[in-house]
C-alpha cells in the first residue's frame, strides 16, 4: 500500500487511487499510517552500511511531523507489526526532556501515542504510575532526562526519545538508556528532534548503525495552519532560527572563525536601498573537473558607506563557459559597474571567456598577494562595525562564514563562495572608487 499510494501521489494521481471508496472506507484508509506516512517517517530497512540499525535518528523543523512518527513507531512495535517489528516488543522506554513532555507531548498530546489509536484500541494510561499498557500486554514506561538515575536499572527491548537536543542531562540520560537496552534480539531506539549541535547529536551522526532521516515543517503543510507558514516561514526562511527550527538542520560555527551566527544575524535587512555602485565578484576554480572547487560568485552594492550583500550565486565545478555566463547575466540584471574577477590561476584565460560571454562587460582584476585569512580580516572587521549589511539570507555562504578560522574550513575545501565576498567588498569599501556614484535600486 505504501508504496502504490506514494506513487500515485507524486505523480498527481491520488484520485485515481480513492476513486470509488465510500466515506467510511476512505476515513479508514486516511487512518492507517501505512497510507498516510511520508518515507521520511517511515523505518529505514538498513543503516547505511548494509546491517541492522540500531538507532532511527529523525532530524526535523517544528511541525514536520516527528512526534506522530514517533507515536506510530510505539504503536506498531508494541503490535509486533511486520516492517517495523517480528514480534510485540516490551517493555518500551519513552524518554523526554521532563516528566511533563513526555506526558502532554508524546502520550496525551495531539499527535501523541494515545491519539495514534483508535478510541477502541488505545492502551490504557495510568499517569501515576508514568505507564502505557497494551491489551497484549505490552507496556511502555515514562522517563523523564531530567533524572538520568531513573533510568538506571529498568531494563527495555526499545525506547522511544523526543527533542534529545533539548534534554538538560543528554549524555547522562542518554548513557543511562543504553545500559538498559538489553532485550530482546535486536533492541532498538526512535529519537525525533529538531536538531541543535549538541556533542551527542553529532556523535550519532557519526556511528555506525544510525540511519537519519530528515523532514522540513514545510514538508507537513497539509496539517498545518496557512497562515502559520506564510508568517513564520517568511520570517526566517533562511535565518540561523529558521535552518533550526523549520529546516531541521545542524547549525554549526567555529569558536575561532572570523564570523558569527550572532553577528550575521545582527547584520540581516530585508530589503535593499538605492545604490552608488554594485560589483560581481568571481573567484574561479583552478580547474573544472568533477571534483574542483566551486566557482564563487557573490554581488554587493554600497549606499552610504555601508555595502550590502545582494546574492550568492555561486557555481559547483563549473566550467569556464559555464560561470562566465551566470557572472556576466548577474551583471547585466544587478544593473553593476564591473566584474571583479580573481586572476590568479590564470588571468588571460580569465578575462577571455569573460569577454567571449559578453566583451562589454568592465572586467577588474583582483590578484591575491596575502593569505585568505589575512585578505579576509579586514571584511570581517567591517561586519563588526556594522557596515556591511546581507539583504535577506545566504545559507551556505554564511556556513563558510561561521566556520572559516586561521586553517580555513574545518573541511579542508576551498572557501570560494568567502572569497568571492571578500572581492566583492573590498572593492566596494576597502579600495578607492573609480567611478562617480550614481544611485538606483535592484
Not at 555601508?306 to 562566465?324: C, G, K, M, Y
Request: glycine share 8%; proline share 6%.
Amino acid at each position: 500500500m505504501l508504496a502504490g499510494s506514494s506513487a500515485c501521489a507524486a505523480k498527481g494521481r491520488l484520485d485515481e487511487l480513492i476513486d470509488g471508496f465510500s466515506a467510511r472506507e476512505l476515513e479508514t484508509l486516511l487512518a492507517d499510517w501505512e497510507f498516510c506516512a511520508r518515507e521520511d517517517q517511515w523505518p529505514p530497512l538498513l543503516a547505511p552500511g548494509g546491517e541492522p540499525w540500531r538507532v532511527w535518528l529523525i532530524l526535523g523543523g517544528r511541525g514536520a511531523g516527528k512526534t506522530r512518527a514517533g507515536a506510530e513507531w510505539v504503536r506498531a512495535i508494541a503490535r509486533g507489526r511486520p516492517q517495523f517489528a517480528t514480534r510485540p516488543l516490551s517493555p518500551i522506554a519513552l524518554v523526554g526532556e521532563s516528566a511533563a513532555h513526555v506526558r502532554d507531548v508524546m502520550i496525551e498530546g495531539v499527535s501523541g501515542i494515545l491519539a495514534a489509536h483508535p478510541r477502541s484500541e488505545r492502551p490504557l494510561w495510568e499517569p501515576s504510575r508514568k505507564r502505557l499498557t497494551f491489551d497484549n500486554g505490552v507496556v511502555a514506561q515514562a522517563f523523564s532526562a531530567e533524572d538520568p538515575e531513573s533510568l538506571r536499572g529498568p531494563q527495555f527491548s526499545a525506547a522511544w526519545c523526543d527533542e534529545l537536543a533539548k534534554w538538560r542531562y543528554a549524555d547522562e540520560s542518554w548513557d543511562m538508556l543504553q545500559f538498559g537496552l538489553r532485550l530482546g534480539e535486536w533492541p532498538r531506539q526512535l529519537v525525533t528532534t529538531t536538531p541543535r549541535p549538541i556533542p551527542l547529536l553529532k556523535r550519532l551522526l557519526s556511528e555506525d548503525g544510525v540511519v537519519t532521516t530528515r523532514a522540513t515543517t514545510r514538508q507537513n503543510a497539509a496539517n498545518l495552519a496557512p497562515s502559520f507558514l506564510e508568517s513564520v516561514v517568511a520570517q526566517y526562511a533562511g535565518t540561523r532560527l529558521g535552518r533550526q527550527e523549520l529546516d531541521g538542520d545542524i547549525v554549526e560555527e567555529r569558536a575561532d572563525a572570523l564570523w558569527s551566527r550572532d553577528m550575521l544575524e545582527s547584520v540581516r535587512v530585508t530589503e535593499a536601498p538605492r545604490f552608488e555602485r554594485i560589483v560581481v565578484a568571481v573567484d574561479p576554480p583552478a580547474s573544472s573537473t568533477r571534483r574542483a572547487d566551486r566557482c564563487g560568485i557573490v554581488a554587493a552594492g554600497t549606499a552610504n558607506g555601508i555595502v550590502f550583500v545582494l546574492e550568492d550565486a555561486t557555481l559547483e565545478a563549473a566550467r569556464p563557459a559555464q560561470w562566465a555566463r551566470v557572472a556576466v547575466a548577474l551583471y547585466h540584471r544587478l544593473e553593476a559597474d564591473a566584474l571583479i574577477a580573481e586572476v590568479n590561476q590564470g588571468g588571460e584565460m580569465v578575462r577571455a571567456v569573460i569577454h567571449e560571454a559578453d566583451p562589454s562587460v568592465p572586467v577588474k582584476e583582483a590578484r591575491a598577494t596575502r593569505g585568505k585569512y589575512l585578505r579576509a580580516a579586514p571584511v570581517a572587521q567591517l561586519y563588526e562595525q556594522g557596515r556591511v549589511r546581507h539583504v535577506g539570507a545566504f545559507p551556505a555562504l554564511e556556513d563558510e562564514m561561521c566556520d572559516f578560522g586561521t586553517n580555513g574550513l574545518s573541511s579542508g575545501r576551498s572557501p570560494d563562495r568567502l572569497d568571492a565576498l571578500v572581492w566583492a567588498v573590498t572593492a566596494l569599501a576597502l579600495t578607492p572608487r573609480a567611478a562617480a556614484p550614481r544611485m538606483r535600486r535592484v
